[in-house]
Nanobody
Framework: EVQLVESGGGLVQAGGSLRLSCAASGFDFYDYAIGWFRQAPGKEREAVSAISTSDEAIYYADSVKGRATISRDNSKNTAYLDIYSLKPEDAAVYYC??????????????????WGQGTQVTVSS
């Protein structure tokens, strides 16, 4: 069974940091690019970051550029998203997703074959 399971969400203070993890199973993790998306109530789904199969290409949305780091450990079938200097607008449900190929646009959610269930990030002021 293919699974992507996010963890690491929770309540954090504005200005703090957190690490989100995405544990994969049931498919060849190393053959898939990983993307992170988020969706807040009343907001469109936003592509946050993506990483290629072997760290050759990394992308960040302008909203998190400079205060986020995406990484992966293929030996552990796990990807990570670290966010620093958290802002209230970072509050959302965060999803990880896997794409065999990101094609021409890493933000294109249709390229992602597998999706996790999401983890809630809440930011207090």
């Amino acid at each position: 069974e293919v699974q992507l399971v996010e963890s690491g969400g929770g309540l954090v203070q504005a200005g703090g940091s957190l690490r989100l993890s995405c544990a994969a199973s049931g498919f060849d993790f190393y053959d898939y690019a990983i993307g992170w998306f988020r969706q807040a109530p009343g907001k469109e789904r936003e592509a946050v970051s993506a990483i290629s199969t072997s760290d050759e290409a990394i992308y960040y949305a302008d909203s998190v550029k400079g205060r986020a780091t995406i990484s992966r450990d293929n030996s552990k079938n796990t990807a990570y998203l670290d966010i620093y200097s958290l802002k209230p607008e970072d509050a959302a449900v965060y999803y990880c997703a896997a794409a065999f190929s990101m094609g021409n646009n890493w933000k294109n959610s249709f390229r992602y074959t597998y999706w996790g269930q999401g983890t809630q990030v809440t930011v207090s002021s």
